[in-house]
C-alpha cells in the first residue's frame, strides 16, 4: 500500500489557519483542493478543473499555457500485493491548485514517505518541496512545515518567493533537535507568529516571529512555556 508523509502528518497545524489568515476572501481565487481516493482525484475536483488536467490510469497530465502539456506516469502495481517494488512503487496526483499563483500542486507518493511538486501553469518549471505549503495573505510567498516524524526532515520551515517562476527559495530552516513549528497567524506577507513544540533535554513551547527585512528572512525567538500534551 502506498504511504505517503501527508497520512502520516496532513500539515493540520498550518493547514487549520490558512483559510482566513491568508485573506483570500474572493471565491475565484481560492485554492481549489483535491480529494484523493484510490490514487484518483475525486469528482468535484475534476469538475472544477476541468480540462486542466486528464487522467488515463497512471499517467496524469497537466494542462499548460500556450497549448503545451506536462505528463507524470507511476506505477501503482508496484505498490501493493504480491509484485511490491519499493524503488519502482510511486503514483501522482493532484492535490490543489493555486489560481492566484496558476500552480499545481501534484502529490508525488512513493511506498514510504513522499513528496509535493508545485508545478507552474505557464512554464511547467517545477519546485519539489517535503509538505503542502500555503500562500501568504498578497501571494508573494509560500511557507512549508515539515512536521514528519516518519520521513528525513529536509527542513523545518521552508519559504520561498513566489515573485519569480520557479519560486526563488529564500529561507530553510533545519533545528538539530526535535522541533515541531506550526503558524499562529499570519501577520503580513513578511511577518509571521509561530509557535513550535521543543522536545530536547526539556520540553517546552517556543514563540517566535519569522519576518523579512531587505536582508532576508530571520526567525526570532521569543518567550518559552510550559508544553501541555
Same mark, same amino acid.
Not at 480540462?51 to 494542462?63: E, I
Not at 530553510?172 to 511577518?191: L, M, P
Given at each position: 500500500?502506498?504511504? /505517503?508523509?501527508?497520512?502520516?502528518?496532513?500539515?493540520?497545524?498550518?493547514?487549520?489557519?490558512?483559510?482566513?489568515?491568508?485573506?483570500?476572501?474572493?471565491?475565484?481565487?481560492?485554492?481549489?483542493?483535491?480529494?484523493?481516493?484510490? !490514487?484518483?482525484?475525486?469528482?468535484?475536483?475534476?469538475?472544477?478543473?476541468?480540462?486542466?488536467?486528464?487522467?488515463?490510469?497512471?499517467?496524469?497530465?497537466?494542462?499548460?499555457?500556450?497549448?503545451?502539456?506536462?505528463?507524470?506516469?507511476?506505477?501503482?502495481?508496484?505498490?501493493?500485493?504480491?509484485?511490491?517494488?519499493?524503488?519502482?512503487?510511486?503514483?501522482?496526483?493532484?492535490?490543489?491548485?493555486?489560481?492566484?499563483?496558476?500552480?499545481?500542486?501534484?502529490?508525488?507518493?512513493?511506498?514510504?514517505?513522499?513528496?509535493?511538486?508545485?508545478?507552474?501553469?505557464?512554464?511547467?518549471?517545477?519546485?519539489?518541496?517535503?509538505?503542502?505549503?500555503?500562500?501568504?495573505?498578497?501571494?508573494?510567498?509560500?511557507?512549508?512545515?515539515?512536521? /514528519?516524524?516518519?520521513?528525513?526532515?529536509?527542513?523545518?520551515?521552508?519559504?520561498?518567493?513566489?515573485? /519569480?517562476?520557479?519560486?526563488?527559495?529564500?529561507?530553510?530552516?533545519?533545528?538539530?533537535?526535535?522541533?515541531?513549528?506550526?503558524?499562529?497567524?499570519?501577520? /503580513?506577507?513578511?511577518?509571521?507568529?509561530?509557535?513550535?513544540?521543543?522536545?530536547?533535554?526539556?520540553?517546552?513551547?517556543?514563540?517566535?516571529?519569522?519576518?523579512?527585512?531587505?536582508?532576508?528572512?530571520?526567525?526570532?525567538?521569543?518567550?518559552?512555556?510550559? !508544553?501541555?500534551?
Amino acid at each position: 500500500m502506498v504511504r /505517503s508523509l501527508f497520512a502520516l502528518c496532513l500539515f493540520s497545524g498550518l493547514l487549520g489557519v490558512a483559510g482566513p489568515a491568508l485573506g483570500q476572501t474572493d471565491p475565484a481565487q481560492a485554492p481549489i483542493v483535491c480529494n484523493v481516493e484510490d !490514487h484518483v482525484e475525486d469528482a468535484a475536483c475534476r469538475t472544477k478543473l476541468k480540462g486542466m488536467f486528464t487522467r488515463k490510469g497512471d499517467t496524469l497530465t497537466l494542462a499548460l499555457e500556450g497549448g503545451k502539456s506536462k505528463s507524470y506516469v507511476g506505477n501503482l502495481a508496484a505498490c501493493d500485493g504480491e509484485n511490491v517494488d519499493v524503488a519502482k512503487c510511486m503514483v501522482f496526483s493532484v492535490k490543489t491548485y493555486f489560481p492566484r499563483i496558476q500552480s499545481y500542486l501534484i502529490e508525488r507518493g512513493l511506498y514510504e514517505c513522499g513528496n509535493v511538486l508545485l508545478v507552474s501553469r505557464r512554464t511547467g518549471s517545477e519546485t519539489a518541496m517535503s509538505e503542502i505549503p500555503v500562500l501568504s495573505p498578497n501571494a508573494q510567498y509560500l511557507l512549508s512545515i515539515d512536521q /514528519s516524524d516518519a520521513c528525513d526532515r529536509n527542513y523545518d520551515i521552508a519559504v520561498w518567493s513566489t515573485q /519569480s517562476d520557479p519560486p526563488k527559495l529564500e529561507f530553510k530552516y533545519k533545528a538539530k533537535r526535535y522541533e515541531n513549528w506550526e503558524v499562529k497567524a499570519w501577520e /503580513s506577507d513578511t511577518q509571521i507568529r509561530m509557535k513550535a513544540w521543543i522536545n530536547d533535554k526539556a520540553s517546552y513551547d517556543q514563540e517566535a516571529l519569522l519576518v523579512r527585512n531587505d536582508r532576508g528572512w530571520t526567525l526570532k525567538l521569543g518567550r518559552k512555556t510550559e !508544553h501541555k500534551d
